[in-house]
């Protein structure tokens, strides 16, 4: 295990790191569609998309199964550990729930998706959330809790919050988020 001073000596060297394309987090309660932007944008892009609770599962980052919210508990540092690689090399598309565990230098931009707590309601229903875990998810959208997770852990100019209600939304969200991957190659030609 490293040390937090190795830690350190680490951490001014990866910035310096030149990559040749964008590193995007696409992040937001579940149901808000984080996976169904994710997957149009890889496809369109040709960019890699990472399902973080995927990649944890067959990487075995996961600890003990958590009974109230019936999902296993992530191991962030064993996952973390496993992507440092992948993220240098950029291109990727991180979806995920959460975001205050990545580290910023990872991501040259982070989207954040919002949606009305009816439609997020009749999603996570469709999912087959019950009880507390989707009492929970309703309450982290209401309370903005990933957005103020973001907003804790990035620079302000790096976060962007996009409405996910209708199928419009998705559309002009793709737009967005492909115009400012032209506006990134464009800023970082070599």
Same mark, same amino acid.
């Given at each position: 295990m490293e040390s ?7 951490a001014?060297v990866v910035?310096n *790191?030149? @990559?040749d394309?964008?590193?995007i987090?696409?992040t937001?309660?579940p149901g808000?569609?984080k ?11 040709g ?7 995927? *990649?944890?599962k067959?990487n075995?980052?996961?600890?003990e199964?958590?009974?109230? =919210?019936?999902?296993?508990v992530?191991?962030e540092?064993k ?6 690689e992948?993220m240098?090399?950029?291109g990727?598309i991180?979806? =995920?729930?959460?975001?205050? /565990?990545?580290p910023? @230098?990872?991501?040259?931009?982070v /989207?954040?998706l919002r949606?009305?707590n009816?439609?997020? =309601?009749? @999603?996570? *229903?469709k ?6 875990k989707?009492?929970d ?5 209401i ?5 103020d997770?973001a907003k804790?852990?990035y620079?302000?100019?790096l ?5 996910s209600?209708?199928p419009?939304?998705?559309?002009q969200n793709l737009e967005? *988020?492909?115009?400012?991957i032209?506006?990134w190659f464009e800023n970082?030609?070599?």
């Open positions: 937090e001073e190795d830690d350190m000596d680490c001014p910035p *790191i030149k @990559r394309a964008p590193n987090l696409i937001g309660t808000v569609g996976s169904t932007l994710c997957k149009k944008v890889a496809e369109t892009t960019m890699n998309w990472l399902e973080i609770s995927k *990649i944890a067959e075995n980052c996961l600890e199964y958590d009974e109230v =919210y019936q999902c296993p992530l191991d540092d996952l973390m550990d496993g992507l440092e992948t240098c090399q950029g990727n991180v979806d =995920y729930h959460s975001c205050e /565990f990545f910023e @230098r990872w991501f040259d931009v /989207f954040v949606t009305d009816t439609t997020l =309601y009749d @999603r996570l *229903i999912r087959g959330y019950a009880g507390k989707l009492e998810n309703v309450d982290c959208e309370f903005q809790v990933v957005l997770e804790n852990s620079k302000e100019n976060i962007h919050e996009l409405s209600v209708t419009e939304n998705l559309e967005k *988020i492909y115009l400012w032209q506006h970082n030609q070599t």
